[in-house]
């Protein structure tokens, strides 16, 4: 007699309708003709992305362990999955935007070739990217559900393969594009391979893939089992290569360059809240007993890394790069919260993941605006004197800007605010120093590219802003008020998180 | 014969796997040596799932072949694109990127 596994739809609803919208739109793209694809796709990837937020509502008060143990919703889960989708839908708003093109015809097509030539003349885009998009959406929302390392694995991997494909679909560029998606590949499987020898030495320690199991058995013998050590140092190093630690960050600015604009901020956005979001729960959570064992590793790591983000990213010549190492460099501030471990360290860093989505997402938008006849331009030296022609995109850029470097009256300060004092609570002062010391230096190139775009003169090379589109003009909008918001009155969504922010006991 | 054994030869593999992505140029050997790892985990998945007795580890071995089979697909598709528009599958070759 085998008994049917029970599955609760109603708390795996947010994952289960993103993906089956993922695999509708497959078939879309099978079936639908291409005129009317682009309508039809975008229609279904916002109307996933809303019935997604819907239940991810609906499961608030929702706290335990589903799928036979395989997924745990819990208010950490429900915080983390709204923030995914609500940056998966300005991300996806990006991507829609047509009016000026940053995917390529056709992917397939040779650069240069007759092929593509056709492609771009017909005028068609392809629409590929939607589904792509909405699978990276379906593992990022199980991915920090994910209470076992089979579901953790396969959430990883559906979060990381369509983006890779995704930072190879530039339309301008496409070398680079192309070699962006392949460093990508190459060094992402690297690390998942070593995030599943980990997993397998952890399984051999623990005997059971689930989180709760390994946690009991931990508890029941806490010593320096040399499985335990091996299986946990690898599977680390798989989740420090996604939120781009140091130093495991080599692909980071070759990626966040290469890759499609609109992609690049939605992976900066996404990845991180989903990859932080697993971190907690496996450090938090399932091997929280051995705090002593990993809190020295993470300082380490934290501090590299703010270290490696920040002095490097002065050298940089190029916005998307700038923009990469200082993503760098952030994941170096949210590892502090991982390092202080206490429930505001908890709180802090949930809080932070939402200002950062938000100010990122709206510092790439602002990106794909400032072009010239051949593309985007990201040489910073060109984008001197951008505060004299257009003053407006200039001045929410500064403010993306100064939310990053975490000037107060923007939600980077609250951000940084709550991190800090949350690891200072904790004792670790060393981290609060490099990380204050980290911010001062950051400070120096953001400030850098507020004075070449006021105080430089403009030149005459063709560098202008485009006129955005409804969408990308919302996007940008709703980055620049969810960032002054958060600076100024944060409270209600500290509250929110504060009470919401538990993990399932046991 | 101790099942420790087959744990020394998944290390061993997992180490060959990981000295050839460092050292070998060509993209498409980079990428069978990932996947050598990826077979070194199997095996230690298995040999893990014999120790304990259950089954887990056999089940993980079956969902890594499945991603496995998603990661050529993907990886292909890429190294293919790169190769037909450079002629060259050299990691050394793909350097457009850089400070």
């Known amino acids: 007699m085998i008994t049917a596994p029970k599955i609760e739809y109603g708390a795996l609803a947010p994952v289960l309708i993103v993906l089956a919208c993922a695999v509708l739109a497959v078939l879309v793209e099978a079936f639908v003709s291409r005129r009317q694809r682009y309508v039809v796709q975008t229609s279904l990837s916002f109307a996933a992305i809303a019935l997604g937020f819907l239940a991810v509502l609906l499961n608030k008060d929702v706290s335990g362990r589903f799928a036979e143990g395989a997924v745990a919703v819990d208010g950490v889960t429900v915080i983390l999955q709204g923030t995914i989708l609500i940056f998966a839908l300005l991300g996806l708003l990006l991507i829609a935007e047509r009016g000026f093109q940053s995917f390529t015809a056709q992917a397939s097509a040779l650069p240069g070739s007759a092929d593509e030539q056709r492609a771009l003349a017909s005028g068609l885009q392809q629409t590929e990217v939607f589904p792509l998009t909405l699978f990276a ?48 590949f190459l060094l992402g499987a690297f690390s998942s391979a070593f995030f599943l020898f980990g997993s397998a030495f952890l399984y051999g320690y623990a005997g059971t893939t689930t989180f709760e199991g390994i946690k009991s058995v931990i508890r029941a013998s806490p010593g320096n089992d040399m499985y335990l050590m091996v299986g946990l140092s690898m599977l680390t190093v798989g989740l420090l290569f996604k939120v781009s630690a140091a130093p495991f960050h080599s692909w980071t600015p070759d ?106 997402l709206g510092t790439f938008a602002v990106v794909t605006l400032v072009r010239d006849a051949g593309g985007e331009v990201t040489d910073l030296n060109r984008w001197s004197g951008l505060g004299k022609r257009s003053p407006l995109i200039a001045g929410i850029f500064t403010l993306f800007l100064l939310a990053l470097a975490g000037i107060p009256l923007t939600s980077g300060f609250i951000g940084k605010f709550a991190i800090f004092s949350a690891a200072y609570e904790s004792g670790n002062i060393s981290v609060v120093i490099a990380g204050v010391l980290a911010s001062a230096v950051a400070a120096f190139f953001y400030i850098r590219i507020v004075v070449l775009m006021y105080f430089n003169d403009p030149q005459e090379d063709g560098t202008s802003v485009v006129i955005p589109s409804p969408v990308t003009a919302l996007t940008i909008g709703i980055c620049a008020v969810a960032t002054l918001v958060l600076g100024i009155f944060p409270q209600p969504v500290i509250n929110m998180i504060n009470s919401l922010a538990t993990f399932v006991a046991g | 014969m101790s099942l420790d054994n087959y744990l020394y030869l998944s290390a061993l593999l997992f180490t060959i796997g990981a000295a050839g992505v460092l050292i070998r140029r060509n993209a498409i050997v980079v990428f069978m040596c990932i996947e050598l790892m990826l077979n070194a985990s199997n095996l230690a998945f298995v040999t893990f799932s014999r120790m304990h007795g259950n089954i887990d580890g056999q089940l993980f071995a079956f969902f890594t072949m499945v991603v496995a089979a998603c990661e050529v697909v993907v990886g292909l598709a890429i190294i293919v694109t790169i190769y037909r528009s450079r002629r060259s599958a050299s990691v050394d070759d793909a350097r457009l990127l850089k400070l």
């Open chain 1, 255 to 360: 990626v966040y360059q290469g890759a499609p604009t609109p992609i690049t901020a939605f992976m900066a956005a996404v990845t991180k809240v989903a990859a932080f979001g697993a971190i907690l729960r496996i450090f938090y959570s399932t091997i929280g007993g051995m705090v002593w064992t990993w809190r020295p590793v993470f300082v380490v790591v934290s501090i590299l890394t703010m270290a490696v983000g920040t002095i490097i990213a002065i050298a940089q010549k190029d916005v998307k790069r700038v923009l990469a190492y200082s993503a760098i460099a952030h994941s170096g501030f949210l590892l502090t919260g991982i390092v202080a471990f206490n429930k505001s360290g908890l709180d802090a860093t949930l809080l932070y993941l939402a200002t950062y989505g938000f100010t990122t």
């Open chain 1, 137 to 184: 959406v379906g593992g990022a929302l199980l991915f920090p559900a994910a209470n076992d390392l089979i579901t953790l694995f396969v959430a990883l991997e559906v979060l990381s393969l369509p983006l890779y494909l995704m930072a190879g679909l530039s339309q301008r560029r496409r070398l680079l594009s192309q070699e962006a998606g392949l460093k990508y």
